[in-house]
């Protein structure tokens, strides 16, 4: 019932700024804590940055830490990445993603905590 879209890629150079958007729709995602997870060719899904239920709590991947935000507006059901200071490393397809438990103090890193994903947004960054 909830489906997730993200949007805001695109190409950069780096150093360059790019600000991802995630609108749920469906039953609304509000109750529980919600990531970015991002994708590169040949690569595991890996874990970029996730927020809290209530969004007072979040937390980075180390590579990020520092250069990207994440935020959410449970009234409208949004979430943002707000990437900074973006690297070649950070290629990636970006997933949107709402857990599948309550009750994390902070959002899980692990992507099987997860059961709703968007399709994706590409980022690329160029050297």
């Known amino acids: 019932q909830v489906q997730l879209v993200e949007s805001g890629g695109g190409l950069v150079q780096g150093g360059g700024s790019l600000r991802l958007s995630c609108v749920a729709s469906?039953?609304?995602?509000?109750?529980?804590?919600m990531g970015w997870f991002r994708q590169a060719p040949g690569e595991e899904r890996e874990f970029v940055a996730g927020?809290?239920?209530?969004?007072?709590?979040?937390n980075y991947a180390d590579s990020v830490k520092g250069r990207f935000t994440i935020s959410r507006d449970n009234a409208k059901n949004t979430m943002d990445l707000q990437m900074n200071s973006l690297k070649p490393m950070d290629t990636a397809v970006y997933y949107c993603?709402?857990?599948?438990?309550?009750?994390?103090?902070?959002?899980?890193?692990?992507?099987?905590?997860?059961?709703?994903w968007g399709q994706g947004t590409q980022v690329t960054v160029s050297s």
């Open positions: 993603a709402r857990s599948r438990s309550r009750g994390w103090f902070s959002a899980p890193k692990n992507s099987n905590e997860y059961d709703y």
């Open positions: 469906g039953l609304p995602p509000s109750t529980y804590a």
């Open positions: 927020i809290s239920e209530r969004g007072d709590v979040t």
